[in-house]
């Protein structure tokens, strides 16, 4: 009897769970595109890019995920290359 | 995705596009290997990261309220002590309790309860992100907003600049509580985020850090300027990089020639008005402030 309160269910409690995410691509209006030639891997893009949605890929070149990103433009901005050009999504 | 950088909090939550607040969050739990809990105050990380049924965090994580960050975490400090003396945590184990709060929720409504836990000296660290207003419920003025700002209840017209009252000095309060270590970052600046980060997590008991986090819908700016905005307000010395450390002051980022004050406020829309004739004088008196407060703080450091 005196032990039932541990059967209570952990209502509060929510675990993260990727399949549940949103799909934040949907926001975007304007698209960052990666120039591979000009960008030169130096990962300066990765930390300001508010979705961590920028990695390398097999050539040590940046990589946008769109599933995630907003579009929002920062990582043209801090690109010491200018090797991110925004486009219309369209 | 990138998964290393999304190790703690994973993408999927809903800041606004070009929010700087994620990129804080990430550099100061990327700077410890311990194990951390997260406690957040009600504001725009917690509405944002923690939408039902989804949650972007991926490390033990408790909301409670927005006045009571310090609070619960004096809680989550305490019960750790707790089952470290009833051996359920072995000794040597760092646990490390973080507190992400906003402006809002650190200087004005949670002050008491960050005020208590840290003069209680209990082991934790708490970051604000200062956006200078309540960005959560729309853009309403805090105690973080700066003088002149045109806000939702500080709106800008025939009678009014702005806000008329000057930003309050936070970083003095806190370091008046004979805290280790209390330090003023920019988003903008992660490097220098991450080494005070780093540092903070070596030290015990209650360690501070205010970062400043340009906030796009309220500064009014494109959504792609949150880095070159942030630059701007330690270059023109509205916002030094610095550091108190054992009653030292430090100051970590100068320049011979800092840039004058309207290099910063004319990026912004929330500045609009200063720029109209009439409303000279604010600028004036914002550049007064911005210089007398670093010649305060020239003072108080000592020279590498």
Same mark, same amino acid.
């Given at each position: 009897?005196?032990?039932?309160?541990?059967?209570?269910?952990?209502?509060?409690?929510?675990?993260?769970?990727?399949?549940?995410?949103?799909?934040?691509?949907?926001?975007?209006?304007?698209?960052?595109?990666?120039?591979?030639?000009?960008?030169?891997?130096?990962?300066?893009?990765?930390?300001?890019?508010?979705?961590?949605?920028?990695?390398?890929?097999?050539?040590?070149?940046?990589?946008?995920?769109?599933?995630?990103?907003?579009?929002?433009?920062?990582?043209?901005?801090?690109?010491?290359?200018?090797?991110?050009?925004?486009?219309?999504?369209? | 995705?990138?998964?290393?950088?999304?190790?703690?909090?994973?993408?999927?939550?809903?800041?606004?596009?070009?929010?700087?607040?994620?990129?804080?969050?990430?550099?100061?739990?990327?700077?410890?290997?311990?194990?951390?809990?997260?406690?957040?105050?009600?504001?725009?990380?917690?509405?944002?990261?923690?939408?039902?049924?989804?949650?972007?965090?991926?490390?033990?994580?408790?909301?409670?309220?927005?006045?009571?960050?310090?609070?619960?975490?004096?809680?989550?400090?305490?019960?750790?002590?707790?089952?470290?003396?009833?051996?359920?945590?072995?000794?040597?184990?760092?646990?490390?309790?973080?507190?992400?709060?906003?402006?809002?929720?650190?200087?004005?409504?949670?002050?008491?309860?960050?005020?208590?836990?840290?003069?209680?000296?209990?082991?934790?660290?708490?970051?604000?992100?200062?956006?200078?207003?309540?960005?959560?419920?729309?853009?309403?003025?805090?105690?973080?907003?700066?003088?002149?700002?045109? #806000?939702?209840?500080?709106?800008?017209?025939?009678?009014?600049?702005?806000?008329?009252?000057?930003?309050?000095?936070?970083?003095?309060?806190?370091?008046?509580?004979?805290?280790?270590?209390?330090?003023?970052?920019?988003?903008?600046?992660?490097?220098?985020?991450?080494?005070?980060?780093?540092?903070?997590?070596?030290?015990?008991?209650?360690?501070?850090?205010?970062?400043?986090?340009?906030?796009?819908?309220?500064?009014?700016?494109?959504?792609?300027?949150?880095?070159?905005?942030?630059?701007?307000? #330690?270059?023109?010395?509205?916002?030094?990089?610095?550091?108190?450390?054992?009653?030292?002051?430090?100051?970590?980022?100068? #320049?011979?020639?800092?840039?004058?004050?309207?290099?910063?406020?004319?990026?912004?829309?929330?500045?609009?008005?200063?720029?109209?004739?009439?409303?000279?004088?604010?600028?004036?008196?914002?550049?007064?402030?911005?210089?007398?407060?670093?010649?305060?703080?020239?003072?108080?450091?000592?020279?590498?």
């Amino acid at each position: 009897m005196s032990e039932d309160w541990k059967n209570i269910e952990e209502g509060a409690v929510i675990k993260h769970d990727p399949k549940k995410s949103p799909k934040t691509g949907d926001w975007r209006y304007m698209k960052p595109k990666v120039d591979k030639k000009a960008c030169v891997g130096c990962g300066m893009c990765f930390g300001h890019c508010p979705e961590a949605a920028i990695d390398y890929d097999d050539e040590r070149k940046a990589d946008i995920d769109y599933d995630v990103c907003k579009g929002c433009g920062v990582c043209a901005t801090v690109c010491p290359q200018k090797a991110i050009k925004i486009v219309s999504s369209s | 995705m990138n998964t290393n950088l999304a190790k703690y909090l994973a993408p999927g939550h809903s800041t606004c596009a070009g929010c700087g607040i994620p990129a804080i969050v990430r550099t100061v739990l990327e700077a410890t290997k311990d194990p951390v809990i997260v406690v957040n105050v009600t504001g725009c990380l917690e509405v944002t990261s923690t939408l039902y049924p989804y949650s972007a965090w991926k490390v033990p994580y408790i909301h409670s309220a927005f006045e009571n960050g310090g609070a619960t975490a004096a809680g989550v400090a305490g019960t750790i002590k707790a089952f470290r003396r009833r051996n359920k945590i072995p000794a040597g184990k760092k646990i490390q309790v973080v507190v992400f709060a906003g402006d809002g929720g650190t200087y004005d409504i949670g002050l008491q309860s960050l005020s208590g836990a840290l003069e209680r000296q209990h082991d934790f660290l708490y970051v604000c992100y200062d956006n200078e207003a309540y960005m959560n419920t729309g853009g309403q003025r805090s105690g973080a907003t700066p003088y002149g700002a045109d #806000t939702e209840t500080t709106p800008s017209g025939k009678q009014s600049f702005g806000k008329r009252e000057k930003r309050k000095d936070l970083m003095s309060i806190v370091v008046a509580h004979h805290l280790k270590y209390a330090a003023q970052a920019n988003v903008a600046y992660l490097p220098d985020l991450k080494k005070k980060a780093e540092k903070a997590f070596e030290m015990e008991g209650p360690r501070f850090l205010l970062v400043l986090q340009p906030c796009t819908n309220l500064w009014k700016y494109a959504t792609s300027e949150y880095v070159n905005i942030g630059k701007l307000a #330690t270059e023109t010395n509205f916002w030094p990089l610095w550091e108190y450390l054992d009653g030292k002051y430090k100051i970590n980022w100068a #320049t011979e020639k800092p840039k004058p004050i309207e290099e910063f406020l004319k990026t912004q829309g929330r500045f609009k008005h200063l720029f109209k004739p009439g409303n000279e004088h604010v600028i004036a008196e914002m550049q007064k402030e911005v210089d007398e407060n670093w010649r305060r703080l020239m003072n108080l450091a000592e020279v590498d």
